[in-house]
């Protein structure tokens, strides 16, 4: 039986691994195998898993990384992560991934998808497109023929045709794995002492990184072991943390945010592992399921369009009062269009509804935590001397 | 992102009468009447729809007897006469990032501050937002942050971005039914103007005249001496089609005019026309990547026609509508051919497809080198020119340079440094052409 500290340390290794060694042993295990990195927010994993290929998130290249080659691509006013994601490939550590996929998240990802075609020309490197249109007859029809499009395009780079049985069977195992997603982070908002956001956070980023039926054994390792071990409980302030969906703060900051008296009970940092609200049918068409999930059950981000104003924000509302968070923590990568744009409208909606917030940015690289140790502690402070509640 | 013009400019060498050409007159009017129609809207009972340039669905705003606002338009006319400013830290005192677009900040700002447009007068608030989101992932937020704001009806139409370098008939069908099933509808309930397809087709029969006068002007660049300057003046030129007046007469008179004009320059061999008179010697011959700075537009300018600098092809001036590689709007299939125009949007193309543009202009137009004018507010734009720099040296062999400013932000318009690497620039071509020709001799 594995211990907490045990499971954080392999997942530790894994995530600082910055050769991805983890992803290549799989690779290595059988021959013809193939690796398929995507970036934030969202890819539907579930069509590479049933190509037989492995999906690994790929997040930049965090603190430990020093970017020489990566700053000749990029102007200073752009954001970190494909700075580092291009130091990444041009060292060669991404040597080994036959694909990749980059997400409509925004401006950058987006030209960083051009920009992989010329620089590694024997990837396949696809820009995904996701409707911003809600409705089945139209933005519907339209993702599941982009989905169609990229399941051929995956059967031709594993070379096999993704069937539709294959296709059912990965659905199935992303629903297990979201089902423990779910648990672990029901289980943090729940007991938050027990499962502190630093080995939460470093468990669903190994996920990245690994097949998803290992992922599903670890959350199910760690949710048995969380529970027997004895923690103190502190007399933190619970907070929320939003906007950080894409560049990912250094593991330092997350550590920072508890250490000066707060216990985040929700966050949006692994947007993809629990993309989908609820279990995807693992019956019947299963691209139609795919994309039904997508347009009525998955997620909202500031990547995604909100058609009815009606609705603008709800979600962080809703997401605060069902993990019981006391207030918000606006924490955005510096220069990221999506929730920096977004930021003030969230806000007022929060400021509607008499959640208190703050906000700073960071970058994946940000070494300096003592201002944001201060600022988290404030915050903290202020809520458990001054907050109605 | 976007463009267009203020007034146009004069010629205006200083011990001469200013002298304006009458395609000059012409689209100065034809803006002054759209701003005029703006604020009588209330008066006169019309509505007003607001929608961005790339992906303009001018003509059919029109067939509901819209008028048509431009938020980065105003944001353009409000930099230009150095007022933007101040909008934009209005803006960020109310709590908008310093880091986002400052079109966005200038059109709040504006609307912070009672809305009062470029031209003095007050602008009103849309009846609905058009939110055509094609190239540009800002447009989806600041529309959010407008429909937030003037708690309007407002309707998406999304535009697949051409990520391998080619529309495709999902992509197009998808428009197509969006436009049918809510872009339409939407329309004809806000205005209460019943939709009429043959008059879209009259409309688009009319922007396919100016285009094919646009697309002579932009190639008369081919010539030696270029009567034109395809950036500095190329933004006025792409001003009438590319914000509320393309599907108009006044439209293609307006290409009519300006075409004469050009014939005329290229007969009495002629240089392009600046803000101090006729540029008199052509030294350097450069394709431009990116868009201007509007706050410093006449100093940014000048910087070049001091310097005998004409740029021969740009591609801001493909950011409303790419017409130079053929697309013309299509009256016998109008929606499938307002989808096709969304879609071939300069920076709705993939990086890839901007690079091949790059090249071919400067093959095509006989340019010295590229320069990138690289904006610190538009990610669409700027995010990756780096690499479009390296390739386009490393495919035609034309020394590029990179310089940077803002769209609208005065704060990030450095004219001492600017000007510094204009200059390196310059020297640069100068030595690359000696090179050559020590070589061939």
Known sequence: MARVSEIVDYCTRIVEDLNFGHAREWKAGKSGRKVVGFMPFYVPRELIHAAGALPIGILGGGDQMEVIHGDAYYQSYICRIPRSTVELGVTKRLDFVDGMLFPSICDVIRNLSGMWKIMFPNVMSRYVDVPQNFRDDIGGKFYAAELNELRKDLGTLCGQAVSDDALRASIAAYNENRRLVREVYAFRAAEPWKAPSPEVYMLMRAGQLMAVEEHSRLLSDYMEAARREDRPRRDNTRVLVTGAFCEQPPLNLIKSIELAGCYIVDDDFMLVNRWEKSDIPAEGDPIRNLVQAYLHNSQSTSAKYEPDQARKGKYLVEAVRRSRAEGVIFMAPSFCDPALLDRPMLQRVLDEHNILYIAFKYAENSGQMTPIREQAGTFADSIKLWSEA | ?????????????????????????????????????????????????????????????????????????????????????????????????????????????????????????????????????????????????????????????????????????????????????????????????????????????????????????????????????????????????????????????????????????????????????????????????????????????????????????????????????????????????????CLGCYTNRNLPGRIDMIEKYINDYQADGLLINSIKSCNSFSAGQLLVLREVERRTGKPAAFIESDLVDPRYFSAANIKNRLESYFQMIEQKRGGRSAAAH
């Open chain 2, 1 to 341: 992102m976007s463009t267009a013009p203020a007034t146009p400019v004069a010629a205006k060498p200083s011990s001469v009468e200013v002298i304006k050409e009458a395609s000059m007159i012409k689209q100065k009017d034809m803006i002054a009447g759209n701003y005029e129609r703006l604020a009588n809207a209330r008066s006169l009972g019309l509505k007003v729809a607001s929608t961005f340039v790339p992906g303009n669905l001018n003509e059919l705003l029109m067939c509901f007897d819209l008028v048509n606002n431009l938020p980065e338009i105003n944001a353009i006319q409000n930099g230009m006469r150095k007022k933007s400013g101040q909008l934009i830290v209005e803006a960020e005192k109310h709590g908008h990032s310093e880091d986002v677009c400052t079109y966005v900040k200038a059109d709040l700002g504006m609307a912070m501050k009672g809305n009062i447009g470029p031209d003095g007068r007050p602008v009103p608030d849309p009846d609905i937002l058009l939110l055509s989101y094609t190239g540009c992932f800002t447009f989806m937020k600041w529309f959010e942050l407008l429909r937030e704001r003037y708690k309007c009806e407002t309707v998406m139409l999304h535009v697949p971005y051409e990520g391998e370098g080619r529309a495709t008939a999902n992509m197009r069908d998808y428009i197509v039914s969006q436009l049918k099933n809510e872009v339409i509808p939407a329309l004809e309930r806000v205005s209460g103007v019943k939709f009429d397809i043959d008059r879209l087709r009259q409309y688009l029969k009319e922007s396919a005249k100016a285009e094919e006068d646009l697309v002579w002007v932009l190639e008369s660049a081919k010539n030696r001496p270029s009567p034109i300057d395809a950036y500095f003046g190329g933004v006025y030129y792409i001003g009438p089609i590319f914000t509320a007046f393309r599907g108009t007469p006044e439209a293609t008179e307006y290409y009519r005019l300006l075409r004469g004009e050009i014939v005329e320059r290229i007969a009495l061999r002629q240089g392009p026309t600046t803000p101090e008179g006729d540029m008199k010697s052509e030294r350097y011959r450069l394709v431009v990547e990116g868009p201007p700075n509007w706050t410093s537009f006449r100093d940014f300018w000048k910087m070049f026609y001091d310097e005998g600098a004409v740029v021969v092809s740009s591609t801001y001036t493909k950011v409303g509508g790419v017409y130079d590689l053929g697309f013309r709007h299509d009256p016998d299939h109008p929606l499938e051919s307002l989808a096709d125009y």
